[in-house]
């Protein structure tokens, strides 16, 4: 320890005077992040927090003492003992001519610009007193918006700040915009003026959550609202598991726009295409505004919310009455609110008896309960995005993080740009696959057998982390004896990689002081998702990148509460408080429910649910917020086995391909109109909140499980939705100490669900694993192999995105990617409608868009469509098809 009390090194504070304020700073703090913390307004117009220092427009000038002129605040770094002025007069005439310079040439059409209200350059020119022009006003023409449907250019209103241009490069790393011309002539367009759609946008709006003026809006909404006429409601988004804070700007009971606060939520005030433009499925005009009860007629026609609800009641009673609690499953969607999910297992086991509960997503879990005694001693064991910056590597296996998980992805873009490496283990030339600097393109459903080739090839080189192997991990002989089976080279000829690529890889990840391994849902879901998930601890092990900064494993899940689910029990082997195997636990969640739980059946997995139906041993099915037709493998099988239910309950915001088979259907709320929380994919705990009021008579789902569990005679006293997070306060691991105050105020909190085991190796099972996808026979007439994934301007199924304006209009159908010789071979070309058949069974007709992304025999088609389901194609329990197409 130094003669102070701190640790030798460690960097200490910066002392300096600010506007006549004694002002303690951290090293490395610009003047202008010092000022703000302190309350002191610095005005900027190419500021952004998100975006590297620039010093271009000179508002952010101020005075430093014993400096030769005015210093840019935005790139100065504070020094001990410095004295700095901020609003001396020669620093506010400085900022008046600046502005009065910018006035000169820009339109004075405050009246009619999406930005009146909420502009830097209207606020600056009314703070300092800017009420003409010395020179003369020469107004521009402001000219058109363009033709994207959700951004607006207005080149006439840039104040060449360059905002957009860097953050579509620095954060998004694409460039769609720049500067055209020079001098007096400066604008900024994109390259060529051609559309945005031609040169690689993906939509995501940053250059319009960015821009200080008008130049670059949202089109504008049709009920055209003032930015002063909206109400501001911060929520969280609904779709995928990054969990971005959204700020919800509604005007007149609709949202009308969508935004991210920069300083506060995990997003830091970047959003992606849905997060921005997606949200308006809230005003679909098919949106179920009533109970819809099945008439003696067969239609299903409108009903009292009681008679509804005393509809579904007597049926489940029924069944359960007749054939056992086992005889009800119910369903979840991974949008549903913590406080919804809770509510339903609880529903499911209290008063039905039944611990068929079941998740939408819950294969992307199944491998986690299988793997139950292995692994990293945790399920959420603590990564997060932080950990990215932190890493010396990064190692993604199956993720296209800039499709499923795009903000996450920024991460890991912000890591490629720093000159980080990167090695990307995927089928498809993902957009981090041609960015990163290594990339393996493993065969469909193969990745454990890679995975395992690398273990081998780390040993055999002698570059496991032995210190850590001795100190912490279990297992390990097993684990080498199991080894010991794996020939490298035959497991990367399985692979389809190169064994001397795949030695190379796996030396890298064993010689980096860090690592962190990022996995995506598609392998999740493989049915190899065990093997796989086991070899990646192994992976994780055996290089000692556990329990540390910028080291571990992070499973990139594909819902918005997908951990929240997995957390509240909605699982068949697993209460909110822990497994079902453990005696403790079962009795801990009796004495807090009052009902007895151990005698109860062992639940049904996801994908045991339709051969259950099919042979009558489940004749119930309660499905909540997902659409098992179109989620489903195997669309003709899975209708079917709906239709023999002898009660189906969709509870839903849309009228679905499995409510139209339902006998009651209840309308539930978006996540716009709902109160509760989410847990986001690394843990973090966040509230929703009702910005808008649902939709007729729809009503948020923890109301109506509420309801219903009235009508079963439950004895349930929950008012509002904060009374369900109470409880789930008081029972769950992690959660304890949580309120929907706390998180009003924290804004936040991190949630770990821990487990007691340490570390411990996996013996791995060459040979023994089937494959996760049918093979084509390359002599056959079904010579390609189908894959599905996800889809950046959709998710899931798209039951909302498909309804979402700003999304339909970017991408309102499926196209099938295959590689550009196997299209010309089949002389088909790009928007070419074409016929895919599966050698299974199951046909689809799709446009065709031929690009680089799969390589030869490989095609891709996402899963969001109605009109050609990618379920029509898949077997059940398989992730992949082989398939011939025919040009229509």
């Known amino acids: 320890m130094s003669a102070t009390g701190e640790a030798a090194g460690t960097p200490q504070p910066v002392t300096l005077t600010l ?28 500021h952004d927090p998100r975006l590297e220092p620039y010093g271009a427009c000179r508002m952010c000038l101020v005075e430093v003492e014993g400096a030769r002129g005015p210093m840019a605040a935005c790139g100065t770094v504070v ?25 000169t040439n820009h339109p004075l059409d405050c009246p009619v610009c999406e930005a009146a209200g909420d502009c830097r350059l209207q606020d600056y020119a009314y703070e300092y007193l800017v009420d003409m022009v010395p020179w003369g006003w020469r107004p521009p023409v402001v000219g058109e918006p363009g033709d994207h449907p959700n951004v607006a250019h207005y080149g006439a209103r840039c104040v060449l700040c360059g905002r957009c241009v860097r953050i579509c490069r620095e954060v998004m790393s694409i460039g769609c915009w720049g500067y055209l011309n020079r001098g007096y002539e400066s604008e900024v367009d994109t390259p060529y003026r051609l559309p945005l759609t031609e040169v690689g946008c993906v939509s995501c709006g940053q250059c319009v959550s960015t821009c200080p003026v008008g130049a670059i809006t949202g089109q504008r909404s049709a009920l055209g609202a003032r930015a002063w006429q909206t109400t501001k409601t911060v929520s969280t988004c609904g779709y995928c598991a990054d969990g971005c804070g959204l700020v919800l700007h509604t005007y007149r009971d609709k949202v009308v726009q969508v935004s991210a606060d920069l300083q506060a939520g995990l997003n830091q005030g970047n959003l992606c295409v849905k997060g921005r433009f997606g949200i308006g499925y809230t005003d679909a005009e098919d949106r179920l505004t009533r109970p819809l009860a099945r008439s003696e007629a067969g239609d299903l026609v409108p009903v009292p919310w009681e008679e509804a609800l005393q509809k579904v009641a007597r049926g489940l009673q029924k069944v359960a009455a007749e054939s056992g609690g086992s005889a009800v499953a119910a369903v979840c969607g991974a949008h549903c609110t913590n406080e919804a999910a809770y509510l339903l297992q609880k529903l499911m086991r209290t008063l039905l008896g039944s611990n068929n509960i079941t998740a939408e997503d819950a294969v992307e879990w199944s491998a986690y309960q299988a793997l139950a005694g292995y692994g990293l001693g945790t399920v959420a064991d603590g990564v997060t995005r932080y950990d990215v910056a932190e890493a010396q590597l990064l190692l993604l296996v199956g993720a296209d993080l800039t499709e499923s998980d795009p903000v996450f992805a920024l991460e890991v873009i912000k890591a490629i740009r720093k000159g980080r490496p990167v090695i990307v283990v995927d ?12 990339h393996l393109p493993v065969r469909p459903g193969r990745e454990a057998a890679l995975l395992r080739a690398m273990l081998r090839s780390i040993v055999d080189a002698g570059l496991e982390d032995k210190a850590f192997i001795s100190a912490q991990a279990g297992g390990y002989d097993e684990f080498l004896a199991s080894l010991e089976k794996v020939d490298a080279a035959a497991e990367a000829a399985a692979a389809g990689v190169d064994l001397p690529v795949v030695t190379e890889a796996a030396a890298r990840v064993a010689e980096a002081r860090s690592v962190l391994i990022i996995v995506g849902p ?24 556990v329990g540390r900064s910028g080291a571990g494993v992070y499973y990139a899940k594909s819902g918005a509460n997908s951990c929240g689910l997995f957390d509240m029990g909605v699982r068949p082997d697993r209460l909110p408080n822990g497994g079902l195997a453990e005696a403790e636990v079962v009795e801990v969640a009796e004495n807090a429910w009052g009902a007895s739980l151990r005698d109860l059946p062992r639940g049904l997995e996801l994908r045991e649910l339709v051969p259950a139906i099919e042979a009558g041993r489940v004749r119930a099915l309660y499905v909540v917020g997902t659409d098992p037709v179109l989620a489903w493998a195997d669309e003709p099988r899975t209708k079917a086995a709906l239709e023999r239910l002898e009660l189906l309950v969709v509870q839903d915001a849309f009228p679905t391909a499995s409510s139209a088979l339902a006998h009651v259907v209840l309308p539930a709320a978006v996540t716009a109109e709902d109160e509760g929380t989410f847990t986001n994919g690394e843990g973090f705990v966040q509230r929703v909140r009702a910005a808008v009021s649902t939709a007729g008579e729809a009503r948020q789902d923890w109301w109506i499980l509420a309801k219903l569990a009235e009508a079963l005679g439950g004895d349930w006293a929950y008012g509002r939705p904060e009374d369900v997070m109470r409880e789930i306060a008081e029972l769950v691991p992690g959660y304890r100490g949580l309120s929907h105050a706390a998180l009003d105020e924290a804004g936040k909190a991190r949630n770990l669900v821990g487990n007691e085991q340490g570390p411990k190796f996996y013996p791995v099972h060459p040979g023994q694993v089937p494959d996760s996808v049918a093979y084509p026979d390359t002599a056959s007439e079904y010579p390609f192999l189908l894959i599905t994934g996800p889809v950046l301007t959709h998710h899931g199924t798209g039951e909302r995105s498909r309804r979402a304006p700003g999304l339909a209009k970017l991408s309102a ?29 199951g046909e689809v007709e799709v446009a065709v868009v031929p690009n680089g992304r799969p390589p030869a025999g490989l095609v891709f088609l996402g899963r969001f469509s109605e009109k050609a389901p990618v379920s029509r194609l898949l077997r059940l329990g398989a992730c992949g098809a082989a398939v011939k197409i025919e040009k229509v």
């Open 79 to 103: 020094k001990q003992g410095m004295v700095v002025q901020t609003h001396t007069e020669k620093i506010v005439k400085l900022r008046k001519f600046v502005l009065e310079l910018l006035l």
């Open 19 to 46: 506007n006549g304020m004694q002002v303690e700073a951290q090293p490395g703090q610009t003047i202008l992040e010092v000022a703000r913390s302190v309350g002191v307004d610095i005005p900027t117009l190419c």
């Open 427 to 438: 089928s498809l030339a993902t957009t981090l696959a041609t960015k990163a600097g290594m």
């Open 522 to 545: 598609a392998v999740l879901q493989s049915t190899a998702a065990t093997e796989t998930v086991g070899a990646v601890f192994d992976l994780a092990l055996l290089t000692g990148n």
């Open 813 to 841: 159908e499926p196209v099938l990617e295959m590689n550009a010789e196997d299209a010309a071979a089949l002389g088909v070309g790009r928007g070419d409608q074409v016929r895919v058949t599966a050698r299974d069974g």
